[in-house]
T-cell receptor, first 113, second 107 residues
Framework: ETGVTQSPTHLIKTRGQQVTLRCSSQ?????VSWYQQALGQGPQFIFQ???????GRGNFPPRFSGLQFPNYSSELNVNALELDDSALYLC????????????FGQGTRLTVV | KNEVEQSPQNLTAQEGEFITINCSYS?????LHWLQQHPGGGIVSLFM???GKKKHGRLIATINIQEKHSSLHITASHPRDSAVYIC?????????FGAGTILRVKS
């Protein structure tokens, strides 16, 4: 068990709505990365947060935004949901920016109808 | 073209067989991860490699930095090994994932 927890585990939203997904990183980890995994595909990098600042972003539109809090937990916000946003959203934490070992949460399964 | 290519995409084996899953990548990396994903989505990190070989139980992972290639081997496979195995490489600050290999081990 990694200690990275995500909530909620499952979520159904309607197109156009907004959603917030949460991730509690493993104790002592200050770096959190978010990934989107569409059905049957490998995860895709959304963005990374290090010490409350965004530290890199993948090819996702601005309606995907995030936050990292002083306790290093993190949120992923998606506005104006589209059907294609239906996916598993994974959070991974690392001890720090230069530590290559990543610990993954169980993911949040988002369905947009 | 994906930066990380895995093969095979699907693999069915009989219990007890030796299994190899391959991963090739196109640019220099700082580390490579082998991950296991069960139905429902949770990902477990099996290995993190930057050189050489690692072994954990029936699992062995190797990496050849010059050839930009890694393999994951499962000895004496068991039905509980059935899962998706994903190779992910660390480029800068982000992990880039392969599409995964779906492994099914039959008893």
């Amino acid at each position: 068990e990694t200690g990275v927890t995500q909530s909620p585990t499952h979520l159904i939203k309607t197109r156009g709505q907004q959603v917030t997904l949460r991730c509690s990183s493993q104790s002592g980890h200050n770096t959190v990365s978010w990934y989107q995994q569409a059905l049957g595909q490998g995860p895709q990098f959304i963005f990374q947060y290090y010490r409350e600042e965004e530290n890199g972003r993948g090819n996702f539109p601005p309606r995907f935004s995030g936050l990292q809090f002083p306790n290093y937990s993190s949120e992923l916000n998606v506005n104006a949901l589209e059907l294609d946003d239906s996916a598993l959203y994974l959070c991974a934490s690392s001890l720090d920016l230069w530590n290559t070992e990543a610990f993954f949460g169980q993911g949040t399964r988002l369905t947009v109808v | 073209k994906n930066e990380v290519e895995q093969s095979p995409q699907n693999l069915t084996a009989q219990e007890g067989e030796f299994i190899t899953i391959n991963c090739s990548y196109s640019v220099g990396i700082s580390a490579l991860h082998w991950l296991q994903q069960h139905p429902g989505g949770g990902i477990v990190s099996l290995f993190m490699l930057s050189s050489g070989k690692k072994k954990h139980g029936r699992l062995i992972a190797t990496i050849n930095i010059q050839e930009k290639h890694s393999s994951l081997h499962i000895t004496a496979s068991h039905p509980r090994d059935s899962a998706v195995y994903i190779c992910a490489v660390l480029y800068g600050n982000k992990l880039v994932f392969g599409a995964g290999t779906i492994l099914r081990v039959k008893s």
